[in-house]
């Protein structure tokens, strides 16, 4: 499966997502998030919990080259020019 497909995969509408490790904001890490939309260069979501708990937001999605790692269950990806990461994984 294409690495996009696999990110998509992980991120796709209604599932749940924990945030691992947000090098940029480490105030996240923990955070759960509910999936609303998968889009072409975007996500939606409602945050579950935290501070921001009942907050919609949106992402961008990570472009091939920015994906550090996937698996079925979790995605590693830079965040912009830096060395700043976000992990997310699939939360039970």
Not at 31 to 55: M, N, P, S
């Amino acid at each position: 499966m294409a690495t996009i497909d696999r990110v998509r995969a992980i991120l796709a509408a209604d599932t749940v997502v924990r945030t691992v490790e947000n090098t940029y904001r480490p105030v996240l890490n923990g955070t759960r998030r509910r999936i609303e939309k998968c889009g072409a260069t975007v996500f939606t979501y409602e945050v579950l919990d935290g501070k921001q708990v009942g907050e919609r937001g949106r992402s961008e999605f990570p472009k091939a080259r920015d994906v550090v790692e996937v698996t079925d269950e979790r995605v590693t990806w830079r965040l912009g020019r830096d060395d700043h990461t976000v992990t997310f994984e699939r939360a039970v």
